[in-house]
């Protein structure tokens, strides 16, 4: 069964800097996709970012943009310029391609990102 | 367009009754999943379903079942409800196939409470 790994239950960031949150996962597919999800406390799960596994060039999404190293099983997330609308409980997430897993979405425990003004 | 919903917003039930849980998915999508997400945890699958079945299911016991229509709704059951179910529960749609199409959206959720 694949796994995903949140290692910083929190982070915190001052408004305009850089901060980095990072994943690991565990699996011995080779076709899946990677998610990282943003939950408010409005707790309105968002799609901020995702990666195909196939493809090596790192995803980008404006200020979000991943870091995606396929063989060391790990897949952060960077968040350029900082704004206080980015805090929120971030989530990491694993779809299988094919297989017994197809079609689920494997969640982190989820890291609490703190926007300082 | 509109985008995934969910109702109730909130509800109240005591131990032992059961419960309904309704969600629409995101206008062209055909797939909907469910998921369970305790407080301050990652949400975990409980199933999916895709034309009017169930394709996968999480670690859920029989307690949890649902079921999809025609129009791709989908409802989400759960019989002699514990304290332990008081949880958010969270609906997806996504367009099923695989690849970029298949990524899941997400409904504001459900906030069960069990008493």
């Known amino acids: 069964a694949q796994t995903v790994t949140q290692s910083q239950p929190e982070m915190s960031v001052q408004e305009a800097e850089t901060v980095t949150l990072s994943c690991t996962y565990d699996?011995?597919?080779?076709?899946?996709?990677l998610f990282w999800y943003k939950q408010p406390p409005s707790r309105q799960m968002i799609l901020v970012i995702r990666?195909?596994?196939?493809?090596?060039q790192n995803a980008t999404e404006n200020r979000f943009s991943v870091n995606f190293q396929k063989a060391a099983k790990s897949f952060s997330l960077k968040i350029s310029d900082s704004q206080l609308g980015d805090a929120a409980m971030y989530f990491c997430?694993?779809?299988?391609?094919?297989?017994?897993?197809?079609?689920?979405?494997?969640f982190g425990q989820g890291t609490i990102l703190t926007v300082h003004p | 367009d509109a985008g995934v919903t969910q109702s109730p917003t909130h509800l109240i039930k005591t131990r032992g009754q059961q419960v309904t849980l309704r969600c629409s998915p995101k206008?062209?999508?055909?797939?909907v999943s469910w998921y369970q997400q305790a407080l301050g945890q990652g949400p975990q699958f409980i199933f999916q379903?895709?034309?009017?079945?169930?394709?996968q299911r999480g670690n859920f016991p029989d307690r949890f079942s649902g079921h999809q229509f025609p129009n791709y709704s989908s409802e989400l059951n759960v019989n002699a409800l514990l304290l332990g179910d008081s949880a958010l529960y969270l609906c997806?749609?996504?367009?099923?196939?695989?690849?970029?199409?298949?990524?899941?959206?997400f409904g504001p959720g459900t906030r069960l409470t069990v008493l």
């Open positions: 990666q195909e596994a196939y493809k090596q």
């Open positions: 997430a694993y779809r299988s391609e094919g297989g017994t897993s197809y079609g689920k979405l494997t």
């Open positions: 379903y895709y034309e009017e079945e169930e394709r």
């Open positions: 206008s062209g999508h055909d797939t």
């Open positions: 997806a749609s996504s367009l099923h196939g695989g690849g970029v199409a298949d990524t899941q959206y």
């Open positions: 699996t011995s597919e080779s076709d899946y996709y």
